[in-house]
């Protein structure tokens, strides 16, 4: 017997326990001592260790902020709040605006949320309420394919693939048509804010459409009964029994995939053309905050070239932050509640 | 006829459908329908010409040589494949242990306001930019060490695996029944002891898929490697240097000028992919053959 404490003899009914055999101990005596201890001293060390664990995410997150404001202290002292009003962004006079960096990543991303919040939604209303049930594993098995393709391998497809489609095809009839909106004009090079676009909006559909697909989940089923008993056609149970109830969660998973498509990088620097300009047209070259500290950042040598570009990095830090917050606490607010649902 | 009779009320008390009503309908049918369609086309697309482009370039020179000088023909990314595991090594060795403690923690104690804080922390953390925690792990490591290394990359890495491995960790362990539990603390069995061989071995399959899964999402970054690891034409053992990493190749590779680096980079690509899907596909495997007649 491991523990004496817990000796029961054979017989029925209750018996006190023998700690008398324990206390007594002399101090001397270690064993016995040990053998008292048994799942007292085991268990705080082991839960010591796994609080310090949770700590240490904490800590990880402290340890961001602290590093990349302790790094940008530099350029937030030489240019403070005109960093990010300034188009100035020259690391040989170590001049440093970040700018065309925050516009072109704002452009590139509400491109591509524009793009694929339609398709998402969609594939999700397809999923949950019109697919046969046949379909429904394999479809959503092939979506969220999507969101374990690496980054690079996107950006390798719209290098080869996309972006000459857009320069020969897309782009010619899109100026034709579209050109006196002023954002179709100029060369169709294929590479610019049009192809990040793209390419952003086919990397954070499957993040929205699997988050949509969740929330349309736990709308409850009578709630699509009592419409459809109300005379309804299958479009208008959606609309009305559905998606009104799930708004909120969708605008939540829709953030999250904002979110993504901001921190987004190599994708969108091997097809946004890396040029800091600031242009109406979304055929011409742009530049994002993560494109520039993918370009730059090994090759800085100046310690306020290095330090502007952390600059850019807090702010990407901050914004994503934000944005993914407001996102989770969307979400939350209707998935919480659900059994299914672990989140406190 | 008086059943007939009745069903013929019934159908003239509920007005007809109009057509309008109708129409709305099948079209938007027809619009998801097509949603999924246009979902679709890429996804086959970026699948067939990874292995159309790159079935036609991968051989076992590509697998077993070194990238040679830049516009010569040949070469491979063997140096590649090994310094992606060697990085995913290093990652796997700090963050899955890190991960998973974080994750007991959550499941067995964490019932308070600090358990909710290291919960929305570790989402917070999801979202953070891959490349932001490139410069962290650039500044904690690599402006120490004065130099690029693999074990910078290996870092990086790990801070992205904590938060998903602690988060798919909890809730397996939180699926695991009370009852068993209780039942270990009724035979005497510490805490500790309950956790680890009970709770945790239950959950072991759910447990080890998201492990994977947060190994499959660092192993294809490249982004914060790029000034961590930096990339090598040679081969390197050590982990205090600059290291290839195969995705960090395939992005060299297609951006050069070059035809035959490009084919390279589909090449490698297909590598990368079959690589992450056959670890995913080993891992699963043994789990279940391991896992035979366990609950």
Redesign the interface.
């Known amino acids: 017997m491991?523990?004496p404490?817990?000796h029961r003899p054979d017989m029925p009914g209750l018996q006190p326990v023998e700690e008398t055999k324990v206390t007594p101990a002399p101090v001397l005596r270690v064993e016995p001592l040990l053998r008292a201890s048994?799942?007292?001293l085991?268990?705080r060390?082991?839960?010591y260790?796994?609080?310090?664990?949770?700590?240490?995410?904490?800590g990880?997150?402290a340890?961001?902020i602290f590093?990349?404001v302790?790094?940008s202290n530099l350029s937030w002292h030489a240019f403070g709040f005109k960093f990010f009003g300034s188009s100035n962004w020259d690391p040989v006079s170590e001049q440093f605006g970040a700018f065309p960096f925050i516009y072109g990543t704002v452009v590139s991303s509400l491109l591509a949320l524009i793009i694929a919040v339609?398709?998402?939604?969609?594939?999700a209303?397809?999923?949950t309420e019109?697919c046969p049930p046949f379909l429904r594993g394999p479809?959503s098995f092939?979506?969220e394919?999507?969101a374990?393709?690496?980054?690079?391998?996107?950006?390798?497809?719209a290098?080869?693939?996309l972006i000459p489609i857009l320069s020969d095809h897309v782009e010619p009839f899109l100026a034709k048509t579209l050109g006196w909106t002023g954002l179709f004009t100029g060369p169709p090079l294929g590479v610019g804010m049009l192809a990040a676009g793209i390419i952003l909006a086919?990397m954070i559909?499957p993040i929205i459409?699997s988050i949509a697909r969740e929330v349309l989940l736990v709308v409850p089923q009578h709630q699509r009964e009592a419409v459809l008993a109300l005379?309804a056609?299958?479009?208008?149970m959606?609309r009305i029994g559905v998606l009104r109830n799930a708004r909120a969660g969708i605008v939540g998973g829709i953030i999250?995939g904002l979110?993504?498509a901001?921190?987004?990088?190599?994708a969108v620097t091997?097809v946004i053309g890396n040029s800091p300009d600031i242009s109406r047209s979304l055929f011409a070259p742009g530049y994002t905050m993560?494109s520039v500290?993918?370009n730059e950042?090994?090759e800085a040598t100046s310690n306020m070239h290095l330090s502007a570009?952390?600059e850019v990095?807090l702010a990407?830090?901050l914004v994503?932050?934000v944005?993914?917050?407001l996102?989770?606490l969307l979400v939350w607010t209707v998935t919480r509640g659900q059994p299914a649902s672990?989140?406190? | 006829m008086p059943e007939a009779a009745g069903i013929i009320a019934v159908q003239h008390l509920v007005p007809p459908i109009s057509l309008r009503r109708r129409l709305t309908d099948h079209a938007m049918t027809g619009i998801a329908i097509l949603t999924v369609i246009v979902v679709l086309v890429p996804l086959v697309a970026i699948f067939g010409y990874l292995l159309f482009r790159g079935l036609a370039s991968v051989n076992w020179a590509f697998l077993t040589q070194t990238p040679r000088p830049p516009g010569e023909v040949g070469g491979g990314v063997a140096n590649g494949i090994v310094g992606s595991m060697m990085i995913l090594g290093v990652a796997s060795l700090l963050g899955v242990p890190l991960g998973i403690g974080a994750g007991i923690y959550l499941a067995e104690y964490g019932r308070d306001r600090l358990g909710d804080a290291i919960r929305f922390t570790a989402d917070v953390l999801n979202g953070v930019p891959s490349i932001v925690i490139g410069i962290v792990a650039y500044a904690i490591v690599v402006l120490y060490q004065k130099h690029f290394s693999a074990l910078a990359g290996g870092v990086a890495l790990a801070i992205m695996m904590v938060p998903t491995i602690s988060r798919t960790t909890e809730e397996m362990l939180l699926l695991v029944p009370q009852a068993l539990r209780e039942a270990a603390y009724g035979l005497g069995i510490p805490r500790w002891r309950t956790t680890l061989s009970i709770t945790l071995r239950s959950a072991t399959s759910g447990v080890i898929t998201g492990v994977m899964l947060a190994f499959a999402r660092v192993a294809g970054e490249t982004a914060p490697l790029l000034f961590t690891t930096l990339g090598n034409e040679f081969w390197n053992m050590r982990l205090d240097q600059p290291t290839a990493a195969l995705p960090l190749q395939v992005y060299n590779y297609a951006k050069s000028p070059y035809d035959d680096w490009h084919r390279q980079a589909w090449a490698g690509a297909l590598v990368l992919i079959l690589l992450i899907v056959s670890a995913i596909a080993a891992v699963r495997y043994a789990v279940r053959r391991g896992n035979f007649g366990a609950a």
Do not use: Q
């Open positions: 491991a523990n404490a817990f048994n799942g007292e085991p268990d060390l082991f839960k260790a796994m609080i310090a664990c949770g700590l240490a995410v904490l990880l997150l340890l961001i590093e990349l302790l790094r339609p398709l998402a939604v969609g594939v209303v397809f999923t019109m479809l092939f979506v394919l999507l374990a393709i690496p980054s690079v391998i996107y950006g390798l497809w290098v080869f693939v086919v559909i459409s005379g056609t299958r479009w208008e959606i999250l979110g993504r901001l921190g987004e990088t190599m091997m993560a500290l993918a950042f090994a570009l952390v990095g990407l830090f994503t932050i944005v993914n917050t996102a989770r672990t989140h406190a």
